[in-house]
């Protein structure tokens, strides 16, 4: 089985800043793109940014300039530096990836416990 397990996620004042990272263990032969998500009470989850494995990303208009996804191939790890972080950005953060095991090679969409983000003074 797979599991991605999330850290670093806290209570921190507007204007700060935060690392999440997010590592995938298990039965893995491959983990193509990786991602962070993020949600709050009474809304639906929304994209925040992801990576491909060659490191091509993607990162919400809401944001770009202030976050960025990395990523380490060799540790099945995803990182998001959240810098110049607003109250609004309070919220759990998920940690998503693809990953397909040694006996098929399908990739299987999982997701993390999820860490919670609070961005107050």
């Known amino acids: 089985q797979v599991q991605l397990v999330e850290s670093g996620g806290g209570l921190v004042q507007p204007g700060g800043s935060l690392r999440l990272s997010c590592a995938a263990s298990g039965n893995i032969a491959s983990v193509s793109t990786m991602g962070w998500y993020r949600q709050t009470p009474g809304n639906q989850r929304e994209l925040v940014a992801t990576?491909?494995?060659?490191?091509?990303?993607n990162h919400a208009t809401s944001v770009k300039g202030r976050f960025t996804i990395s990523r380490e191939n060799a540790k099945n790890t995803v990182y998001l530096q959240m810098n110049s972080l607003k109250p609004e950005d309070t919220a759990v953060y998920y940690c998503n990836a693809d990953v397909a095991g040694p006996s098929d090679l399908l990739y299987t969409n999982f997701w993390g416990q999820g860490t919670q983000v609070t961005v107050s003074s």
């Open positions: 990576i491909a494995r060659g490191g091509d990303t």
